[in-house]
């Protein structure tokens, strides 16, 4: 079930990465542009959920609060 799991928020989270290295690469924003990236390299470092989960919300809310 974990291996599941996994799978599933890595798409989700690999998802988001794209659109925000889309975006940053669009309006040449270095946050958005480097949240990305990590969002979609970090999945294939991650073996615990509950890592994945927290590291993947961790880095989308970066380029919330992190305006440069």
């Not at 599933?8 to 669009?26: A, D, P, Q, T, V």
């Not at 073996?47 to 919300?57: D, K």
Request: with cysteine.
């Amino acid at each position: 079930m974990a291996s599941s799991s996994i799978i599933i928020w890595s798409i989700l989270f690999s998802s988001i990465g794209m659109g925000f290295l889309m975006y940053g690469k669009k309006q040449r924003a270095i946050v958005p542009l480097c949240a990305g990236l990590a969002l979609i390299v970090f999945p294939y470092f991650m073996t615990s959920v509950l890592m994945l989960l927290v590291v993947g919300i961790i880095l989308v809310a970066i380029p919330y609060f992190i305006r440069l």
